[in-house]
């Protein structure tokens, strides 16, 4: 089983930036990839991004593309998620996961945390 906690979050002017990070513990060698969702009020759970642990390889949601970058440090067993750019519509509790093994779900998710993007 791993352990996620994510932190970073906060009240931030729309053009401005945050970076979320997402500490693992416990079976870390378990891990495929990581990734990072959210969830606005009303609306349902929507993938960002997510990277692979081995290789780096990242993907985007269209939505975010060119203006968040995901990242890793293995070393740490930690994901990064930086934020530019943001829009009040990027307002969201904000997720991290794991994904075990390819084409897998994600699973394993942390408590959230808040991103408001004032206008």
């Known amino acids: 089983q791993v352990q996620l906690v994510e932190s970073g979050g906060g009240l931030v002017q729309a053009g401005g930036s945050l970076r979320l990070s997402c500490a693992a513990s416990g079976r870390t060698f378990s891990m495929y990839a990581m990734g990072w969702f959210r969830q606005a009020p009303g609306k349902e759970r929507e993938f960002v991004a997510k990277?692979?642990?081995?290789?780096?390889?990242?993907d985007y949601a269209d939505s975010v593309k060119g203006r968040f970058t995901i990242s890793r440090d293995n070393a740490k067993s930690t994901v990064y998620l930086q934020m530019n750019s943001l829009k009040p519509e990027d307002t969201a509790v904000y997720y991290c996961a794991v994904r075990s093994v390819p084409f897998g779900a994600f699973g394993s998710w942390g408590q959230g945390t808040q991103v408001t993007v004032s206008s």
């Open positions: 990277i692979r642990w081995t290789g780096g390889t990242t």
